[in-house]
């Protein structure tokens, strides 16, 4: 069995910045890309940022030079820094995760519960 977990989400002003953190727990041998995506009421949900094993990142354009994702593999951690944040970042946030559960397992896409992030203007 493995979980995501994410934390962090609330309500802030325009401007202001949030912390996400997303810890993959339970039978786990290997974590491959994480990554984090959002859904708007009435909207798809999209890729906002993605850090592979190795430390590679990939954002999304409208949130490049505001978010910045990093992860802790010792703790199977995922962690989005958001900064100067905008009404139109209001979205549930999903923690996404590719992960083997042993040695020879295919990658697994596991999904978080989602944190709800609120930005007033």
């Known amino acids: 069995q493995v979980q995501l977990v994410e934390s962090g989400g609330g309500l802030v002003q325009a401007g202001g910045s949030l912390r996400l953190s997303c810890a993959a727990s339970?039978?786990?041998?290997?974590?491959?890309?994480m990554g984090w995506y959002r859904q708007a009421p009435g909207k798809q949900r999209d890729l906002v940022a993605s850090?592979?094993?190795?430390?590679?990142?990939n954002y999304a354009d409208s949130v490049k030079g505001r978010f910045t994702i990093s992860r802790d593999n010792a703790k199977n951690t995922v962690y989005l820094q958001m900064n100067s944040l905008k009404a139109e970042d209001t979205a549930v946030y999903y923690c996404?995760?590719?992960?083997?559960?042993?040695?020879?397992?295919?990658?697994?896409?596991?999904w978080g519960q989602g944190t709800q992030v609120t930005v007033s203007s």
């Open positions: 996404n995760a590719l992960i083997m559960r042993y040695r020879g397992d295919y990658n697994g896409n596991y």
């Open positions: 339970g039978s786990i041998f290997s974590i491959n890309a």
């Open positions: 850090i592979t094993s190795g430390g590679s990142t």
